[in-house]
């Protein structure tokens, strides 16, 4: 959704959407959205997708949406502003994430430089501590998901009716 060739591709794609949710998936649990957590605001585009994930969920969207956002691995870091979403999911959950395999791979590339190699331990452990945190944050979203009931895609309102 949100395709750049416009409405008109939009409205295949949520037909599409809506033909493979209803063939091949029976229950859905939850909606997780992908966000930069480092841009304060949502584009036009994700703001029409957000709303209409609201409409899909018609009891309680903020139940069954959450944000994951990346590029950040605390709450101080973060950019991203609910002021910026639909009203039916201001109070959705966040999980943030700083993708850790990103931080192992800028610190294979840096450790052997000799300008950093004597802060080679001090960016060991800033993996190990981005490995960990992530590990926290993907317990926190096993634990939100466990405690959504998942229900029968035929009691939600199909994409292709609703907008």
Known sequence: ??????????????????????????????????????????????????STLSAIFTDTPARRVAFLLTNVNNPLYTNFSKDTVPDALKEAPEFLLNNPIALQRKYLNLKDNPDMKKRSPEFREAVKAGEQ???????????????????????????????
């Open 133 to 163: 945190e992530a590990l926290e944050m993907l317990v926190d979203l096993f634990d939100w998901l466990d405690d959504i009931e998942p229900r029968p895609t035929t009691e939600d309102v199909p994409l292709d009716q609703k907008h």
């Open 1 to 50: 959704m949100a395709d750049t060739p416009g409405l008109q591709q939009d409205e295949f794609h949520k037909k599409s959407i809506a033909t493979q949710i209803k063939n091949h998936v029976d229950p859905v649990t939850a909606v997780l959205v992908l966000v930069n957590g480092t841009v304060p605001r949502i584009t036009a585009g994700t703001h029409y997708v957000l």
